[in-house]
């Protein structure tokens, strides 16, 4: 049973590109939120997404959207990337309805130069 | 916004101590979890509170919710080099919605 997935683990981008992140939740899972962890914090919420639609957002920017497809799968999207920008995406799921654990990935580290 | 303060930053013990990481919410939550990150790696569960002045074990960790569902602790009986890693408790305002995590706290054991 594999567990939360994510691509790619690491990428280096210049400001002002764009970046796509993809996350594959744990079998069985339909809710998946986003976090943003910057070094030595502690992982800050972006969004969530359930049947395909964003359900609660975090305090950041219209730069950061998502996406998320039939098969439970989501996408970040960050435009127009700053310095500030540069950190551990981390992809979380769970099954809706279970309001416990979060089942984080591995994360998608991201380097803006 | 909501806010959610852990201390210390960081906690350096010998092997054997034990080891106490605090949690303040600025607002009362519905629930609270805890989290450990090993270096390099990302966050794992421990354990989810939910209940005014529950209080769970885990062999030899001790999970404490305040009375008024605003603070939190995790207590390590005698510390083992396993332990490294870095403690977040993150709250929440309602089940199943978004988490505040806190800053961590980083415990380093020396052997």
């Known amino acids: 049973d594999a567990g939360v997935t994510q691509s790619p683990t690491h990428l280096i981008k210049t400001r002002g590109q764009q970046v796509t992140l993809r996350c594959s939740p744990k079998?069985?899972?339909?809710?998946v939120s986003w976090y943003q962890q910057a070094l030595g914090q502690g992982p800050q919420f972006i969004f969530q997404?359930?049947?395909?639609?964003?359900?609660q957002r975090g305090n950041f920017p219209d730069r950061f959207s998502g996406h998320q497809f039939p098969n439970y799968s989501s996408e970040l999207n960050v435009n127009a990337l700053l310095l500030g920008d540069s950190a551990l995406y981390l992809c979380?799921?769970?099954?809706?309805?279970?309001?416990?654990?979060?089942?984080f990935g591995e994360g998608s580290r991201l380097t803006v130069l | 916004g909501q806010q959610v303060m852990q201390i210390p930053q960081y906690q350096h013990v010998q092997e054997g101590e034990d080891f106490t990481t605090y949690c303040n919410s600025s607002?009362?939550?519905?629930?609270i979890q805890w989290y450990k990150q090993r270096p390099g790696g990302h966050p794992v569960f421990l354990i989810q509170?939910?209940?005014?002045?529950e209080v769970k074990k885990q062999k030899r960790l001790t999970f404490q919710f305040g009375e008024a569902k605003k603070n939190s602790s995790l207590h390590i009986t005698a510390t083992q080099t396993t332990d490294v890693g870095t403690y977040f408790c993150?709250?929440?305002?309602?089940?199943?919605?978004?988490?505040?995590f806190g800053q961590g706290t980083e415990l380093s054991v020396k052997p």
């Open positions: 979380a799921s769970r099954r809706q309805g279970d309001t416990g654990e979060l089942f």
């Open positions: 079998s069985g899972h339909d809710t």
């Open positions: 997404y359930y049947e395909e639609e964003e359900r």
């Open positions: 607002t009362t939550l519905s629930n």
């Open positions: 509170l939910v209940k005014s002045g």
């Open positions: 993150a709250g929440g305002r309602n089940q199943g919605g978004k988490l505040i």
